[in-house]
């Protein structure tokens, strides 16, 4: 017995096999435990509530909805419209991070004092406190009659929303039909910088961008003809009508806020992020670049830019998992995301485990996706060596 306790390898495996019985042990008992007050609450666990009615409607939905579909319905309506405010949000917080962070690091002293002025603005200020403050400033925009239209009739924008000129199809044709054009963006920027497309005739490479840009519009043709609304003409125009507009697709103030707010905030970091990433360019390829006489918009793209993304890749990942779980702010004023029909389905259900493991899965499932996408892609782009160094 002696022997066998005095070998290291048996007694790291004794603690390792102890530790984990103590962990399935707590499992366990807080299992029976929460069994148990269900029981003594006659509250009924599993999914079989998924197929009752919610009984209640949400502000703002990519699918069709009604108060008498069921709750799977609304958590996948849920589960889309945190989609869609991540997705946007996070791609104009990238754009006007680069832009500000460029600002940060331009030879020109007012580029820089704004740039500085806007990151020192968005990024101190709480989440919460701007998302109520847009929230608020939406509000006040002009009733639908007092609505002027824009853009000839085509855009107005009033309190109850913006209403903008779309296509008459139903909206998760129009979500499936971005989320083809996004992949299809990556590829081709994939197939010209991708290590694995290097090595290929630069004949091909174009020959290969362009088959997937002509396959990603067949696509996207058949699925907006397939989503199709039927007997309606194909441009969905909005008109004021009475004290209201009609038609058009509407983009609800809570909606709004939650992108506006997120992309401020978002775009603050993300400025912070790729200053750091310029100024991590060394020198000498810069002026490299203006020795073989290359314009500054030129060196911009084609040097520092490239550069910068390569350097500071894996801490965007880490800004991006946040601000996508930054979606779940919607709640605080009212928009339909996953964290806010997770909540009321709670509430109105009683069916808090399953819900909340249902919440954890799915911003674990995104989460995990975004940062696999792009940890793919810093793979792919990063400098190997010293290339980089100054």
Known sequence: MYGLLNNQKIRNNA??????SMIVAVLLV?????????DAQGITSGFGFFERATGWDVSFSLLEFKPSDSYLRVLIVGFLNSLFVGAIALSLATVFGVTVGAMRTSANAMARLAGTMYVETFRNVPLILQLIFWYALLLELPHPKKAAGLLGDNLFVSGRGIYLTGLNVNALSAFLAIMLFLVAAFLVVWIAKGKKFQKSEPE?????????????????AVILYVGRIPETEILNIPRLKGLNIKGGIRATPELLACIVAITIYGTGYIAEIMRAGFNAVPKGQVEAGSAVGLRSGQIFWRIRLPLAVRTVMPTLINQYVWLFKATSIGIAVGFADYFFVISTSINQSGQTLELIALLMLGFLSVNYTIAWVLNRVNDAIKLK???NRA
């Not at 603690?15 to 984990?20: E, M, P």
């Not at 091909?204 to 996207?220: D, E, M, P």
């Open 15 to 20: 603690i390792q096999i102890i530790f984990v």
């Open 30 to 38: 807080s299992f029976l435990t929460a069994k148990a007050n269900l």
């Open 204 to 220: 091909n490479r174009r020959r290969l961008q362009w088959l997937t840009i002509g396959g990603a519009a067949v696509f996207i």
């Open 385 to 387: 060596g010293t290339q």
